[in-house]
């Protein structure tokens, strides 16, 4: 830079601030959401841009954006649109595991460039679960492969993962502080990545093609030869659920009288409690303050012994012949399922008695599992995570229900009705209308993305209803809140003096270590707090180190926003991997294993392709 910058006060905020946020991401002793909304108002107080502005992110490109790709995705998941995906990929591969793999990978990454990633892998959880299940394939050589696929498709579009969707609000507010005589980088338009991401994608899917047999032994397929949420095998293996379904009457001089079920089933010995008929009321899933009283029929599960001795010892009556229950467990009607806390769950970090999901929605929850731990007692007091993996019993209509609210997505084959699969028509053109749009028209992608999503909402793919649930506000509070301290960088020159400051030790290193420089700390900042934050800080750093070395700001900008994007080491580090990660049974090992060789291969193509891309001619 031809004039030296000093550190002032305002950047001296700034980096206090950028500091503060990156902690609090790393700690999580605050909501990620808050923090982003004390970021915000941190800035307005201390008026570090312009008070004007401080706002614009919520009503940025990057947001609508977001919320219209969101909105579009639950009504291609309404409509069955990925039901028939997985019908399409089992007549194709013919139940080879290769090929059922493969077509899986490819089409999950292709998808991806169309939809927004955490959204795919979670629709699609149960699709390559139903897979699983008909073929026999272990889901662990599946569901690993597919999340990856989906990440390194995301690169194709600017529509699919946040980084992309907020790297052009980034380059507009770089733009406004550009110094005199630097040209302004054009904004990215739907499809101006595509030279870049489908190397990427490429890449992944041989890098799977190659090396799915060798990163999963023989030994560990062994183990994983009964699929997750099929037979009552696997249940009995996987967390002790084992026995039969049997009713059990209290008599008057039986000490259960008077007793909830809470009490009942903290009771030595006492088997699953999963139906209470008292009078004429029969119900799943009894809640927990419910009482038992003289005449009432308790529906239990566990082995027959067991059973036996706790019907002696409470001196009930046991029934092996299900007489008041018999419909109510018919296999058709209800049963148990297994299902994965989403990661913008509201239930993370609740107790599982408070969400009181029995008087809710008539559904028990029988055990968590959280990697190689089993909570099988006094499951009520277990904390949930993300990427838990909670066993439910009750009605298929009642999990349908639950699931609406988008907490958990279920990953077991149920039965179920399609929502609206006569609309599928209906999605698909106003999905392809959006596309085209945003392709081969000058509108904003958010105006363009907004056509399909209100063509939805005519169409009645979707009520209005759902597609509010349909978003993750979480995410789009984030992204909205974080956006005002990428241009809080800019304006006060925070990034420009970061660059300054760096390049004293890049020097004169040859463009492409540069590049990797900041490919790899952008790389390692995802690791620790969200891609969103990550690129919010990373980018106008490197728009200002490309400036100061003769680079293309541009190709810096997009190879942040890629390398945020990639994150295949650790599943905390990006919701998609973490969805997998209780369901496939995948140990850090796992995930170090398959991800370091994955992640230098997508590293090494992602500067070779922008390089290629950006100095042709």
């Known amino acids: 830079m031809e004039t030296s910058l000093t550190l002032t006060t305002d950047m001296a905020l700034v980096l206090g601030l950028l500091v503060f946020t990156v902690v609090m991401l790393v700690l999580e002793w605050v909501r990620g959401d808050l923090v982003a909304l004390l970021v915000i108002v941190v800035i307005g107080v201390t008026r570090l841009m312009p008070v004007e502005q401080l706002f614009d992110?919520?009503?940025?490109?990057?947001?609508?954006?977001?919320?219209?790709?969101?909105?579009?995705?639950?009504?291609?998941?309404?409509?069955?649109?990925?039901?028939?995906?997985?019908?399409?990929?089992?007549r194709l591969a013919g139940g080879v595991e290769t090929r059922v793999s493969h077509l899986v990978n490819a089409m999950v990454g292709s998808m991806s460039s169309i939809m927004q990633s955490q959204a795919l892998a979670t629709l699609f959880l149960p699709v390559v679960s139903r897979l699983s299940s008909r073929t026999g394939i272990p889901l662990k050589r599946l569901l690993l492969p597919m999340a990856c696929c989906i990440l390194a498709g995301t690169n194709m579009t600017m529509i699919s993962n946040s980084p992309l969707i907020l790297l052009n609000d980034l380059v507009a507010s770089a733009n406004r502080n550009l110094p005199p005589g630097a040209q302004s980088i054009e904004p990215f338009s739907l499809f101006a990545i595509a030279p870049i991401g489908i190397p990427l994608l490429l890449v992944g899917l041989a890098y799977f093609a190659f090396l799915t047999p060798r990163l999963w032994p023989s030994e560990e397929e062994e183990k994983q030869k009964v699929t997750p949420g099929r037979t009552e095998t696997y249940f009995a293996e996987m967390y002790g659920i084992d026995g039969e379904v049997m009713e059990l009457t209290v008599t008057a001089e039986s000490p259960m009288v008077g007793m909830s079920i809470v009490e009942a089933?903290?009771?030595?010995?006492?088997?699953?409690?999963?139906?209470?008929?008292?009078?004429?009321?029969?119900?799943?899933?009894?809640?927990?303050?419910?009482?038992?009283?003289?005449?009432?029929?308790?529906?239990?599960?566990?082995?027959?012994?067991?059973?036996?001795?706790?019907?002696?010892?409470?001196?009930?009556?046991?029934?092996?012949?299900?007489?008041?229950?018999?419909?109510?467990?018919?296999?058709?009607?209800?049963?148990?399922?297994?299902?994965?806390?989403?990661?913008?769950?509201?239930?993370?970090?609740?107790?599982?008695?408070?969400?009181?999901?029995?008087?809710?929605?008539g559904i028990s929850v029988l055990a968590v599992t959280r990697g190689e731990q089993v909570f099988r007692e006094d499951v009520r007091e277990v904390s949930l995570r993300p990427g838990d993996t909670l066993v439910m019993h009750g009605l298929w209509r009642d999990l349908t229900l639950a699931a609406e609210s988008r907490d958990f997505v279920v990953v077991t084959d149920y039965p179920q009705d399609e929502q609206r699969p006569s609309k599928i028509w209906h999605a698909a053109i106003f999905f392809a209308l959006a596309m085209g749009l945003g392709l081969f028209s000058d509108l904003k992608l958010a105006v363009a993305m907004l056509v399909g999503a209100v063509g939805m909402l005519l169409a009645g793919v979707l009520s209005m209803d759902e597609a509010y649930h349909a978003i993750n506000w979480k995410t789009i509070f984030i992204l909205a809140c974080l956006i005002p301290l990428g241009g809080a960088m800019d304006s006060t020159g925070t990034a420009a003096w970061i660059a300054q400051e760096a390049m004293a030790y890049l020097g004169d290193l040859p463009q492409w270590v540069i590049q990797a420089f900041i490919a790899i700390l952008a790389?390692?900042?995802?690791?620790?707090i969200s891609n969103v934050g990550a690129a919010v800080m990373m980018v106008p750093?490197?728009?200002?180190?490309?400036?100061?070395?003769?680079?293309?700001?541009?190709?810096?900008?997009?190879?942040?926003?890629?390398?945020?994007?990639?994150?295949?080491?650790?599943?905390?580090?990006?919701?998609?991997?973490?969805?997998?990660?209780?369901?496939?049974?995948?140990?850090?090992?796992?995930?170090?294993?398959?991800?370091?060789?994955?992640?230098?291969?997508?590293?090494?193509?992602?500067?070779?392709?922008?390089?290629?891309?950006?100095?042709?001619?």
């Open 57 to 90: 992110g919520f009503a940025g490109n990057a947001v609508m954006s977001l919320i219209a790709v969101m909105i579009m995705g639950a009504g291609l998941d309404r409509t069955g649109v990925l039901g028939k995906a997985a019908n399409f990929i089992l």
């Open 523 to 528: 790389l390692g900042f995802s690791q620790v």
């Open 541 to 617: 750093m490197a728009i200002n180190i490309a400036l100061a070395s003769g680079g293309n700001p541009a190709a810096y900008a997009l190879i942040v926003a890629i390398s945020t994007s990639n994150t295949f080491l650790l599943p905390s580090a990006n919701p998609v991997l973490l969805v997998v990660a209780g369901p496939g049974g995948y140990k850090t090992r796992d995930f170090l294993r398959v991800g370091l060789p994955l992640t230098l291969l997508i590293l090494v193509t992602t500067l070779i392709s922008v390089n290629l891309v950006f100095n042709r001619g």
């Open 265 to 361: 089933e903290r009771l030595h010995g006492a088997p699953l409690i999963l139906a209470l008929k008292t009078g004429n009321e029969a119900r799943l899933a009894p809640p927990g303050d419910q009482m038992i009283w003289v005449g009432s029929v308790l529906g239990v599960l566990g082995k027959r012994e067991d059973i036996s001795a706790f019907a002696n010892n409470q001196l009930c009556k046991m029934q092996s012949r299900l007489r008041n229950f018999g419909d109510m467990f018919n296999p058709t009607r209800a049963g148990i399922a297994e299902a994965v806390v989403a990661p913008n769950s509201r239930w993370i970090k609740q107790l599982v008695g408070d969400l009181r999901l029995r008087k809710r929605f």
